[in-house]
């Protein structure tokens, strides 16, 4: 074949080696001097962090917020390794998580920023099941529960069968229900309608005339026209979860707190620590138009000490 | 040997046979096609229905709020257009590449064969792997732990590539051989035919192929969900190195939110991220009506 020198040639061949340039230039600027509060973590506590992040910024309209929800264990994955500035966590961090911090070289402190109220919910149409123990909660979901008619749980229930409807074992709150109701994290029966999407268990729950399930306040407190909730006697008498219940502490065992972790070497910033400053001030007026509840007052001004 | 008569029967009852084989299979198609109509319009409906009262120029103007009146879709848009831009960049040179090598100037030998077969593999590899390997391909590797819209345009190049280099193939082998031997017969050198003959007669093909995996592209939450991980992204991306997050992500976390009323304002966004792929799909076509040289007779 006959080659022929073509003036077009370079024209082409020179596409490739500037694509890799642009590469380059990008990946040396990578995780580059972008001055923002990088947020991730438990998709539970989110709706706070959400919610104080954007008032802040009405104040503060220069500094970027941006939030993922990578769950509680995922979001401990980045911050132990500085990927991020602060970590919602809807679980106290583990010892292993804490080693891997140290051994990155990774400072943090811990804030308790509100509570969650584990709500166990039935269909609007239940009236007999006001109130249940939590001996009679672990009879119901502990590992290999036999329960499956209403009339199992108490003598005087009518004869209704029974369908049990929560999360999945992934989330943070089949964690914490499992340990404050069987005693183990972890520990629960397979056979009930799982899912980590929470809207899918309120759909469940308020269309079967026979469903039980248990899922955060938030959902509880947006969908109340359409559930029932059940209270819970640990000892002390029936009580239903409720802004006040769980703030003082007598929504118990499922009052659960939710926190923050943030990166000492953030915090020295300026506006990581106004912003933990503002979190601190409004998060109890702000928890409670997404759904959560405060904590007492007194707590944010033990953790505002924190910061000086 | 069949007597006549015997033939003909044996011919009519075939042929009426025939008739209504031919009948119940375009019965059956025509319930094929009704079943996938009637699904779309189902689902168009219902999300028409639930989005339209929140879809106005606010909500494309202005950013993610926890408040439902409030919320807009101005990050994830400006992401996922940053996406769709960047991820062209990436995948046209590679994919149109890569299909001119392997159909002009690859001999047909057997590591050949085993890129085309493996090429077509990977295109039914699912996405979420795809993001797996961007995590530690591009954020971790190649970006030291920079989640940005370069690392999640290179990973939806990576899940688009083997469908342009697919649809480029195709569009190549479309090219009748008669006008490459033209070219030659005139002593054009190969490149010289693959660029005046070949590519020419190829293109519209080749950008229906290109629009409709960028359509794919944006349309993708799996792998950008671990790219990006985040939801909450009050700003437009600026630079290739900027952090961002696109429509799908957003979609899904509004589903998921704790107020029931954001499932309108998912549903608004749904309209608009099918807007955004009917747009790119007229295009495809529009650009492949075009540009479409038919060879004259």
Redesign the interface.
């Given at each position: 074949m006959i080659r022929m020198a073509s003036r077009h040639k370079s024209k082409y061949l020179i596409i490739a080696p500037m694509m890799l340039i642009v590469l380059m230039l990008i990946g040396c600027s990578g995780g580059g001097a972008s001055r923002e509060i990088l947020i991730d973590g438990s998709s539970t506590v989110f709706p706070i962090s959400e919610v104080v992040a954007e008032e802040f910024r009405k104040e503060n309209p220069g500094i970027q917020i941006p939030l993922g929800i990578s769950g509680t264990g995922g979001g401990f994955k980045r911050f132990v390794k500085g990927e991020t500035d602060i970590s919602d966590a809807s679980r106290p961090i583990k010892d292993s998580e804490r080693t891997e911090a140290a051994e990155n070289g990774i400072e943090f402190t811990e804030f308790t920023i509100a509570y969650d109220g584990l709500s166990v919910v039935i269909h609007s149409s239940n009236d007999f099941a006001t109130c249940l123990t939590a001996a009679e909660l672990k009879k119901i979901w502990k590992p290999n529960s036999k329960v499956n008619n209403w009339n199992q749980i108490r003598d005087d229930f009518p004869d209704r069968v029974l369908r049990l409807y929560g999360p999945d074992s992934d989330s943070g709150t089949f964690d914490y229900f499992t340990d404050a109701i069987n005693g183990d994290e972890d520990l629960s029966r397979g056979d009930y309608t799982a899912s980590s999407d929470d809207n899918v268990l309120v759909q469940g729950v308020s269309g079967d005339q026979a469903s039980m399930g248990y899922f955060g306040f938030a959902y509880y407190t947006f969908n109340r026209h359409v559930l029932n909730v059940i209270a819970v006697d640990d000892g002390d008498g029936c009580v239903a979860p409720s802004a006040e219940s769980i703030n003082d502490g007598s929504y118990s065992p499922l009052s659960r707190p939710m926190f923050i972790y943030v990166n000492n070497e953030s915090l020295e910033r300026p506006d990581v620590k106004s912003f933990i400053e503002f979190y601190l001030n409004n998060a109890s007026e702000l928890a409670a138009l997404v759904g959560y509840v405060g904590l007492p007052e007194v707590e944010y001004e033990t953790q505002l000490g924190l910061l000086d | 040997m069949n007597k006549p008569n015997m033939l003909n029967r044996s011919r009519n009852t075939w042929h009426t046979i025939r008739v209504w084989r031919d009948r119940l299979f375009v019965v059956g198609f025509v319930m094929s096609v009704a079943i996938g109509i009637l699904g779309l319009a189902a689902l168009l409906i219902d999300i028409l229905a639930d989005g339209l009262p929140y879809l106005n120029w606010n909500f494309i103007s202005s950013y993610s709020?926890?408040e439902p009146t409030e919320a807009g879709i101005l990050g994830p848009l400006g992401g996922t257009l940053w996406i769709a831009g960047l991820t062209a960049?990436?995948t046209i040179?590679l994919g149109v590449?890569t299909a001119i090598y392997l159909e002009e100037f690859a001999t047909k030998n057997r590591l050949n064969r085993l890129i085309e077969l493996n090429i077509a593999n990977l295109a039914g590899v699912p996405s979420v792997i795809y993001g797996l390997l961007g995590l530690a391909m591009f954020v971790q590797f190649?970006?030291?732990?920079?989640r940005?819209v370069?690392a999640g345009a290179?990973t939806m190049t990576l899940l688009v590539l083997p469908i342009v280099v697919i649809a480029s193939q195709e569009a190549i082998k479309a090219v009748p051989a008669s006008y490459r031997d033209a070219a030659y017969a005139m002593?054009?050198?190969?490149?010289?035919v693959v660029?005046s003959v070949v590519l020419p007669q190829a293109m519209p093909g080749m950008m229906s192929g290109i629009i409709l995996a960028l359509s794919r592209a944006i349309g993708e939450s799996a792998p950008i969900l671990i790219i990006?991980?985040?939801?909450?992204?009050?700003?437009v991306p600026t630079?290739?190195?900027?952090?961002f997050?696109v429509l799908p992500l957003q979609i899904f976390?509004w589903?998921?939110?704790?107020?029931?009323e954001f499932?309108g304002i998912a549903a608004a966004a749904i309209i608009v991220l099918l807007g955004l792929l009917l747009t790119m799909n007229g295009i495809a076509i529009w650009i492949r009506n075009k540009y479409q040289v038919r060879p004259e007779q």
């Open positions: - | 709020s926890y960049l990436f040179p590449g190649l970006f030291g732990g920079s940005n370069t290179l002593g054009a050198n190969r490149w010289q660029k990006s991980s985040l939801v909450v992204v009050t700003f630079t290739p190195d900027s952090s997050t976390t589903i998921g939110h704790q107020n029931p499932r």
